[in-house]
């Protein structure tokens, strides 16, 4: 059900003044607000690995795992945030596809060794999927990863920038300071 502005308007939180409510839910149905609100949930569908938790936090997620089952692998915690309602993986995802190999090792494991937990099973299969080797896993999102890597660039370069700019106001003041003196020496000069 869409609301209409003025539901929108009526329905301002406590702590919030009227004003700054407007403002904010003007802002919210704004073209621009639209645009990049857009933009994000592309960037979201783009990683692969969509978690379906909710506002549930991953830390509240692994209490009430532990309440549920008591000792769980690593899997089954993946298992808990990235399946939907109904158990299943969202289609054609990293998710699912990390999800069917991981099953696929464990089945092996557990048909080879029969010394160790299905816990500490899981948790080397899900390490060595997810973790594996010097270049990293394939079912990590490797975009995700460089965009990482731009935002510490991009931060890098405008920590360089606002020394720049700290230079620059410097040079400006010492600029001004040098013109008021050669000012001064002209206008003494034409007094001698």
Known sequence: ??????????NRPDGVSKQNWTNLVDYWYSPEFQKLS???????????????SGAT??????????????????????????????????????SQQ???????????????SSSKSRVDI???????????GEEGSSYVNHSAV????????????????EDLRQKNLALESKFDDTAQSFKAIASHLAQV
């Open 1 to 10: 059900m869409t609301r209409t502005d003025d539901q929108n308007y009526d």
């Open 98 to 112: 990390f999800m069917e190999d991981a099953n696929n090792k464990v089945k092996e494991c557990l048909a080879s």
């Open 146 to 161: 460089q965009m990482e890597n731009l935002k510490v660039e991009f931060s890098a370069v405008k920590k360089q920038n």
């Open 38 to 52: 857009k933009l994000g949930k592309d960037a979201r569908a783009s990683l692969g690995h969509a978690h379906f």
């Open 57 to 94: 936090s991953f830390a509240n997620r692994r209490a009430e795992l532990e309440k549920e089952k008591g000792k769980f692998s690593e899997l089954d915690f993946y298992k808990s945030v990235y399946t939907k309602k109904d158990g299943s993986f969202k289609e054609g995802t990293l």
């Open 122 to 132: 899981e948790n080397e299969v899900f390490n060595d999927l997810m973790y594996n």
